[in-house]
């Protein structure tokens, strides 16, 4: 059974940082799977901030230039590091793997349990 474990969210002032770190554990080989990262605030749709495949990155428009995923496959974990946070990046952040890079939510068969991610102003 796969399994994905978020870790490094909280609360931190506008401007400041944080690096997410999601662990995946299963019989599924996880080098070969695209993993990466959404965000949903109640409420709202699922938003899509990262993902990481092969030596390959995307990012949604909001984030880029702030956001940066990267992955150790040798520990199966990626992360997403977040430079200079705004208020608006506060969400719930779930880790995310799946067998293509795409953007679409829908695509993706494996969920963390989300961590929560707080910027105050």
């Known amino acids: 059974q796969v399994q994905l474990v978020e870790s490094g969210g909280g609360l931190v002032q506008a401007g400041g940082s944080l690096r997410l770190s999601c662990a995946a554990s299963?019989?599924?080989?996880?080098?070969?799977?695209?993993m990466g990262w959404f965000r949903q605030v109640p409420g709202k749709e699922r938003e899509f901030v990262a993902v990481?495949?092969?030596?390959?990155?995307d990012y949604g428009n909001s984030v880029k230039g702030r956001f940066t995923i990267s992955r150790e496959n040798a520990k199966n974990t990626v992360y997403l590091q977040m430079d200079k946070l705004k208020p608006e990046d506060t969400a719930d952040y779930y880790c995310?793997?799946?067998?293509?890079?795409?953007?679409?939510?829908?695509?993706?068969?494996?969920w963390g349990q989300g961590t929560q991610v707080t910027v105050s102003s």
């Open positions: 995310v793997a799946g067998p293509s890079p795409t953007t679409n939510a829908a695509t993706y068969p494996y």
């Open positions: 299963g019989r599924t080989t996880f080098m070969h799977y695209a």
């Open positions: 990481a495949f092969s030596s390959a990155t």
